[in-house]
T-cell receptor, first 111, second 113 residues
Framework: EPEVTQTPSHQVTQMGQEVILRCVPI?????FYWYRQILGQKVEFLVS????????KSEIFDDQFSVERPDGSNFTLKIRSTKLEDSAMYFC?????????FGPGTRLTVT | QKEVEQNSGPLSVPEGAIASLNCTYS??????FFWYRQYSGKSPELIMS????GDKEDGRFTAQLNKASQYVSLLIRDSQPSDSATYLC?????????????FGGGTRLMVKP
């Protein structure tokens, strides 16, 4: 069964550094998403992406964040100048019709 | 502000019993409803989707939707210890270009052998 994959599984970075989180969505899906979950809190929407452009973004997704689909398979989330409060699990999801399928997540730890 | 509310639990049921998980949402302009299961430290795993009023059954799981009451529930029959997890309710609202999901905080289910 096709799955969303994400790399790395765990990323440790120092405050102020840039990180890139990578995702490979399910191959025939056209809609891609990033969510995050701070430990003990709700899953929060960050951004949705369709047809090589952002279709919607939340208030969290400010100028510090960017997304890109650099080739036909990868979907990336870049976080510039990381802050302590960016520490969270970051989930990529993809969708064909109504249902979104989540990847295993990247645990980002900012020290 | 669109909100999705769930009782955080824990909901404790004995093995073999029916577990009933509930979710309410704030806005009538909602379109699609989803139940995800999340084991500790893992990602959300889709269990059920429901789009219209009534019941939808899939194996041991039944989702129930009542749009007039802004209420969606998940029943798990013959609960097993492996069902112990946090169950997340998620809603996709109409006029939502990106089809983003808004999640509730989840209900922790504990199934005791």
């Amino acid at each position: 069964e096709p799955e969303v994959t994400q790399t790395p599984s765990h990323q440790v970075t120092q405050m102020g550094q840039e990180v890139i989180l990578r995702c490979v969505p399910i191959s025939n899906h056209l809609y891609f998403y990033w969510y995050r979950q701070i430990l003990g809190q709700k899953v929060e929407f960050l951004v949705s992406f369709y047809n090589n452009e952002i279709s919607e973004k939340s208030e969290i997704f400010d100028d510090q964040f960017s997304v890109e689909r650099p080739d036909g398979s990868n979907f990336t989330l870049k976080i510039r100048s990381t802050k302590l409060e960016d520490s969270a699990m970051y989930f990529c999801a993809s969708r064909a019709r109504g249902e979104q399928y989540f990847g295993p997540g990247t645990r980002l730890t900012v020290t | 502000q669109k909100e999705v509310e769930q009782n955080s639990g824990p909901l404790s049921v004995p093995e073999g019993a029916i577990a009933s998980l509930n979710c309410t949402y704030s806005d009538r302009g909602s379109q699609s409803f989803f139940w995800y299961r999340q084991y500790s430290g893992k990602s959300p795993e889709l269990i059920m989707s429901i789009y219209s009023n009534g019941d939808k059954e899939d194996g041991r799981f039944t989702a129930q939707l009542n749009k007039a009451s802004q209420y969606v529930s998940l029943l798990i029959r013959d609960s097993q210890p492996s069902d112990s997890a946090t169950y997340l309710c998620a809603v996709n609202w109409e006029n939502n270009a990106g089809n983003m999901l808004t999640f509730g905080g989840g209900t922790r289910l504990m199934v005791k052998p």
